[in-house]
Structure formats: C-alpha cells, structure tokens
C-alpha cells in the first residue's frame, strides 16, 4: 500500500480494511493514528497472518496504545513486524474518523 496510507474517512461502525504494511522492511518502524472527527468508539488491531491468504482467517489483537473504547485521537507505534493494523469502529457520530499509517524506510 502507498505509503503513507489516508484512506476517507470511516462513517459506520465495524472492523476496516487494515492497512498492509511491509512487513520485511528492516528495521520495522510503522506508525498508526486515529482522528476523531466528531465522536467515536474505537480500538486498533493487528495481526501477523498474511491478510491475502484465503486459506487462513487472520488472528486479531487489541493493540494495547489504543484498545478497544478509545473515544479521543490516538497514535500508536509498531517496532516488531506486523502483517496488517485496522481500526475497529464500535460507535460513531459526526463527521466519521480519519486513519493514517506511516512506515519508514532505509535511504538508500
């Protein structure tokens, strides 16, 4: 996914499609924030399992900067490899809630 990723923001509830960061990229440094544009509920997760394969049902986990029942803006940090960060919606009013993930990368 490009980097970095701003999807539109959400407007209904529920687990999003989660960002794909590179997950080979050496060293790892990812970053994930969540705007609130009016009021929400929400938790960040991620997972280790290749989201792409349909062989698997990935394995969620609460990130535990921002789990679940998060109502304000958020930012959260990945130093270890991870396959894929979303966040997950339970309430929201307003405007929706906006998400960007950034990972860096080696100069070359």
């Known amino acids: 996914m490009p980097n970095p990723y701003s999807?539109?923001?959400?407007?209904?509830?529920?687990?999003?499609?989660?960002?794909?960061?590179d997950?080979?990229?050496?060293?790892f440094n990812a970053s994930f924030a969540v705007i609130v544009?009016?009021?929400?509920?929400?938790?960040?997760?991620y997972t280790?399992?290749?989201v792409n394969n349909s062989?698997?049902?990935?394995?969620?986990?609460?990130?535990?900067?921002?789990?679940?029942?998060?109502?304000?803006?958020?930012?959260t940090n990945f130093?270890?490899?991870v396959q894929g960060?979303?966040?997950n919606i339970a309430a929201i009013g307003g405007a929706g809630v906006r998400i960007v993930g950034?990972?860096?990368?080696?100069q070359p």
Do not use: H
Not at 37 to 45: N, P
């Open 79 to 81: 130093m270890f490899p």
């Open 48 to 50: 280790l399992d290749d």
């Open 23 to 27: 997950s080979q990229q050496s060293p």
């Open 102 to 106: 950034l990972q860096g990368t080696q």
């Open 85 to 87: 960060v979303r966040v």
């Open 37 to 45: 544009l009016g009021t929400a509920t929400y938790g960040v997760e």
């Open 55 to 75: 062989a698997i049902t990935p394995a969620w986990f609460s990130d535990a900067n921002l789990p679940a029942g998060q109502t304000a803006n958020g930012v």
């Open 7 to 21: 999807p539109p923001a959400f407007t209904t509830t529920g687990a999003k499609t989660p960002w794909l960061p």
